[in-house]
């Protein structure tokens, strides 16, 4: 039944009004090749924006995904901390290489020789709790999705191990962890208040929040699966284990207008803001900067994050000549490929296929 739905609605949908350039014909690809149940893009390029969508709202019982409907944006909740972080820093509240200690006292191991800046680009070489069994929201949990944990619980995870001391870039959901635990003591107030007091209200990002404890996504989404190895649905979920590493929910057009926002120096002073796109060679297919990573095509740079969470990929990237693309899919059977996701931004801000 699945299946029929499948080739029946792999439809891809325009926005009432949009224009331009979009891709629909590979959204279209990678859900009838089994990379995405669900997929929806948005792209602008000046004054022309294209909106989209393929696959099925649901493999049961139908229904089209709404372009602009909600998704969990897992890790490009890092790029919204990040910001805040910087922006704290531009208050004079801390310095980026100040010690972890100096505002956060006995809380890391090894928190003398940890800046801030290190926890920003992961080169801190803390050990990422999600590496742990049953630690990774990335991974089907059972009935444990629900459970509640505390920022405490997770660190206690992590410190329990260290990595080799190899001196590779190792990218940790810890390291944000910390941030988030440092913009309260600095603030006196949760991260997620900050972010929504600092970024959300003032760009007017109405469909952008930070769930805490819900387990939901508002509607209009479309479900995420996992395949177990028959797809289960992994939509409803509690996000407290991603915390400030990964638990935000948002649509294409408010990560577009944040990316914009935040790349057009409208969030941060002009040196924080190069302080950001200053990246480490990662050895992954991307530099990374302070909660930014920077992809090189073959036409340039383009900015921004990607994002996992069990059920939803996001991709956010954006070029310097104000182009962008946003995608969300919720992959099937397998994950979509880096060469289907890179070959859209190579058609986006290059002008060409593949």
């Given at each position: 039944?699945?299946?029929?739905?499948?080739?029946?609605?792999?439809?891809?949908?325009?926005?009432?009004?949009?224009?331009?350039?979009?891709?629909?014909?590979?959204?279209?690809?990678?859900?009838?090749?089994?990379?995405?149940?669900?997929?929806?893009?948005?792209?602008?390029?000046?004054?022309?924006?294209?909106?989209?969508?393929?696959?099925?709202?649901?493999?049961?019982?139908?229904?089209?995904?709404?372009?602009?409907?909600?998704?969990?944006?897992?890790?490009v909740?890092?790029?919204?901390?990040?910001?805040?972080?910087?922006?704290?820093?531009?208050?004079?509240?801390?310095?980026?290489?100040?010690?972890?200690?100096?505002?956060?006292?006995?809380?890391?191991?090894?928190?003398?020789?940890?800046?801030?800046?290190?926890?920003?680009?992961?080169?801190?070489?803390?050990?990422?709790?999600?590496?742990?069994?049953?630690?990774?929201?990335?991974?089907?949990?059972?009935?444990?999705?629900?459970?509640?944990?505390?920022p405490?619980e997770?660190?206690?995870?992590?410190?329990?191990?260290?990595?080799?001391?190899?001196?590779?870039?190792?990218?940790?959901?810890?390291?944000?962890?910390?941030?988030?635990?440092?913009?309260?003591?600095?603030?006196?107030?949760?991260?997620?208040?900050?972010?929504?007091?600092?970024?959300?209200?003032?760009?007017?990002?109405?469909?952008t929040?930070?769930?805490?404890?819900?387990?939901?996504?508002?509607?209009?989404?479309?479900?995420?699966?996992?395949?177990?190895?028959?797809?289960?649905?992994?939509?409803?979920?509690?996000?407290?284990?991603?915390?400030?590493?990964?638990?935000?929910?948002?649509?294409?057009?408010?990560?577009e207008?944040?990316?914009?926002?935040?790349l057009?120096?409208?969030?941060?002073?002009?040196?924080?803001?190069k302080?950001?796109?200053?990246?480490?060679?990662?050895g992954?297919?991307?530099?990374?900067?302070?909660?930014?990573?920077?992809?090189?095509?073959?036409?340039?740079?383009?900015?921004?994050?990607?994002?996992?969470?069990?059920?939803?990929?996001?991709?956010?990237?954006?070029?310097?000549?104000?182009?962008?693309?946003?995608?969300?899919?919720?992959?099937?059977?397998?994950?979509?490929?880096?060469?289907?996701?890179?070959?859209?931004?190579?058609?986006?801000?290059?002008?060409?296929?593949?």
């Amino acid at each position: 039944m699945m299946q029929t739905m499948m080739n029946v609605l792999v439809a891809v949908t325009m926005a009432a009004g949009s224009q331009g350039a979009g891709v629909g014909p590979e959204l279209e690809r990678i859900v009838t090749g089994q990379g995405a149940t669900a997929a929806l893009a948005r792209v602008t390029d000046g004054g022309r924006t294209w909106s989209g969508s393929a696959g099925v709202r649901d493999v049961e019982r139908g229904g089209r995904p709404s372009p602009n409907g909600y998704f969990r944006i897992g890790s490009v909740t890092k790029t919204f901390v990040a910001t805040v972080v910087l922006q704290l820093v531009d208050e004079g509240k801390l310095k980026l290489d100040d010690p972890i200690d100096a505002h956060l006292p006995g809380l890391v191991p090894g928190g003398g020789r940890i800046t801030v800046r290190s926890l920003l680009d992961h080169t801190s070489h803390l050990y990422d709790y999600m590496s742990e069994p049953g630690y990774s929201t990335n991974r089907w949990r059972g009935e444990a999705r629900f459970r509640s944990y505390r920022p405490a619980e997770l660190l206690k995870v992590a410190f329990a191990k260290k990595l080799p001391d190899d001196g590779k870039w190792h990218y940790s959901n810890t390291n944000y962890v910390v941030l988030g635990l440092l913009v309260e003591k600095l603030t006196g107030r949760p991260y997620g208040e900050e972010v929504t007091r600092r970024i959300l209200r003032p760009l007017g990002l109405r469909h952008t929040l930070v769930p805490g404890d819900r387990a939901g996504v508002p509607s209009p989404h479309a479900k995420g699966y996992e395949p177990m190895p028959a797809l289960v649905d992994a939509t409803r979920m509690n996000p407290s284990l991603d915390w400030a590493a990964g638990e935000m929910i948002s649509t294409a057009a408010d990560l577009e207008w944040f990316m914009s926002a935040l790349l057009g120096g409208k969030l941060t002073s002009a040196a924080s803001l190069k302080a950001m796109r200053t990246t480490v060679e990662t050895g992954a297919g991307f530099g990374y900067g302070l909660g930014l990573q920077a992809y090189a095509l073959p036409c340039g740079t383009v900015w921004g994050h990607s994002g996992e969470l069990i059920g939803y990929l996001t991709f956010a990237f954006r070029s310097d000549s104000g182009k962008s693309l946003t995608l969300s899919l919720n992959p099937s059977t397998r994950n979509p490929s880096t060469a289907e996701i890179m070959g859209m931004a190579v058609k986006v801000f290059c002008g060409t296929a593949g």
